[in-house]
């Protein structure tokens, strides 16, 4: 996500500020995942439903939003000193008012107006739709806490505002919450119970994007193989339902379907996977339609069954190898990513032997790798001492690092000399006589402009080399 680099905040005149009635210029900052990508597009709809102004300038908000992570220590850190930073916009904005949303806000909740004598205002993940009332509360002096999670919202009728998207490609959120409870993580207790969007909405929300001339969508969940639509309500209550009503339930494979079979001109793409739900139905869908990314993000974590069952995971790395293989066997061209972490507590040099000897097995394309920082309030923290000493951990999560490098250059290799459809999604970053794209299997691809293509336009290039991470071609 877009962490910005350290601001100096110029002194900028009164009158250039909006400077209407009331907190009516309003700047998002985002940190972390997609979901929270998404989160604050949906919040700039509920905002600009009821008249506020989204400007993309800290210095000329009357309010600041910032959309915050709490995965891992550094991610809130990240939010602390950025909140320092706004310190000085505030010297010239005696009237500026800051609030914390998100993760960050979700598990910290009133003790950050405490903590943090900048904020006015802390809403948690569930709580975007009461944001108008909580500044009518900061208009009136107060401020302004709400961070009650809710078994029930989707924000199905919210359309985003894409103030995060690149106008080709777009994030559609189908879950929210999460109900795994991986000894590490803290989203069950920051985003709530499971529940799923209504599938009639999300095809809605696909369609308005197709006619505003986006190209790929990317559904969006932290389980999407758990979704599971059965009338609404969470996840939880689907299984007390009586037989016809489970008997149909819509379910990531059946949604999936729907999806690729009603746009079959756009790019569908979906993260994140979890191997312990992922099924050979879904498998079978990415197979049958040409239109789903040939791209599975699939996070094993650890290559060790005594450490995935210290995380709670409930698959084994067996089971892991076995989903990989019939993935591969039934779509050959798949790409594969995952999550790793290392130096979980109680990690040895096996366990982190099973972990490199893993990715030996798969030879992933690309990899989130992290060391274990411990979340209070997750069931790790409570369990486990986090005794895998710092610097054995940053070995350790080197030596995977290293590996990963390695492979993501021989499987970026495997794609020279052959040719693959683009989706152009702008100017290359180095070069505006070069577009950049992604190929199905989501590897970024660089190539001269001939003055005969735009962005959004699938087109054919031919790879003629690599740089490890991109791939270097000509338009065929
Ligand atoms: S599946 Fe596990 S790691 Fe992923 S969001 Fe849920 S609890 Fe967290």
């Known amino acids: 996500m877009n962490q910005k680099s350290a601001h100096t905040f110029a002194r900028i005149p009164v009158r250039e500020r909006g400077r209407g009635g009331g907190l009516r210029h309003v700047y998002i900052e985002t940190y972390g995942c997609q979901m929270n990508a998404n989160d604050s597009e949906i919040i700039a709809s509920i905002l600009e439903g009821q008249g506020y102004t989204i400007t993309s300038d800290p210095r000329l908000a009357d309010l600041i939003l910032v959309n915050t992570c709490a995965v891992r220590d550094k991610a809130e850190q990240t939010v602390r000193n950025r909140l320092k930073q706004f310190k000085s916009i505030k010297r010239h904005n005696p009237d500026l008012k800051v609030g914390l949303v998100g993760c960050m806000a979700e598990r910290l909740k009133d003790k950050l107006l405490e903590e943090e004598e900048l904020v006015d205002l802390v809403a948690g993940p569930d709580a975007y739709r009461q944001l108008p009332a909580m500044i009518k509360d900061l208009e009136d002096g107060r401020k302004a806490v709400n961070v009650l999670l809710s078994l029930e919202e989707t924000y199905d009728d919210i359309e985003p505002v894409h103030i995060m998207s690149n106008g080709i490609s777009a994030f559609v959120s189908i879950t929210r919450g999460c109900d795994n409870m991986c000894t590490f993580c803290v989203v069950p207790y920051t985003r709530g119970r499971e529940r799923s969007r209504n599938p009639e909405t999300i095809l809605r929300e696909i369609a308005r994007l197709r006619d505003k001339g986006f190209k790929e969508v990317t559904l969006l969940g932290q389980n999407v193989d758990s979704y599971l639509w059965y009338g609404g309500g969470p996840k939880k209550e689907f299984y007390k339902q009586p037989p016809e009503v489970r008997a149909s339930a819509v379910d990531f494979a059946e949604l999936l379907d729907r999806v690729a079979a009603a746009f079959p001109d756009m790019r569908i793409r979906f993260t994140t996977s979890n191997p312990q739900d992922m099924t050979d139905r879904v498998i079978d869908v990415i197979a049958r339609h040409p239109n789903v990314g040939r791209y599975i993000h699939l996070p094993f974590q650890s290559g060790s069954n005594r450490i995935l069952r210290r995380m709670n995971r409930q698959y084994t790395r067996e089971q892991y190898l076995d989903l990989i293989r019939r993935i591969r066997e039934r779509i050959p061209d798949i790409a594969l990513s995952h999550d790793v972490i290392a130096g979980f507590p109680g990690e040895?040099?096996?366990?982190?032997?099973?972990?490199?000897?893993?990715?030996?097995?798969?030879?992933?394309?690309?990899?989130?790798?992290?060391?274990?920082?411990?979340?209070?309030?997750?069931?790790?923290?409570?369990?486990?001492?986090?005794?895998?000493?710092?610097?054995?951990?940053?070995?350790?999560?080197?030596?995977?690092?290293a590996k990963q490098n390695a492979h993501s250059k021989a499987r970026m290799k495997n794609y020279v000399g052959r040719t693959f459809e683009v989706l152009i999604e702008g100017n290359s970053k180095k070069s505006d006589a070069h577009w950049m794209g992604r190929t199905l299997q989501n590897a970024v691809v660089v190539f001269p402009k001939t003055g005969k293509e735009k962005p959004g336009d699938f087109v054919n290039v031919h790879i003629e080399d690599t740089t490890g991470a991109t791939l270097l071609g000509k338009r065929v």
Not at 369 to 387: C, I, K, N, Q, V
């Open 348 to 401: 040895t040099e096996e366990d982190h032997a099973q972990t490199l000897s893993l990715m030996d097995e798969v030879v992933f394309d690309f990899g989130y790798m992290f060391a274990y920082s411990e979340r209070p309030g997750t069931a790790a923290a409570r369990l486990y001492e986090d005794d895998v000493p710092r610097g054995i951990k940053i070995r350790r999560l080197n030596e995977i690092i």
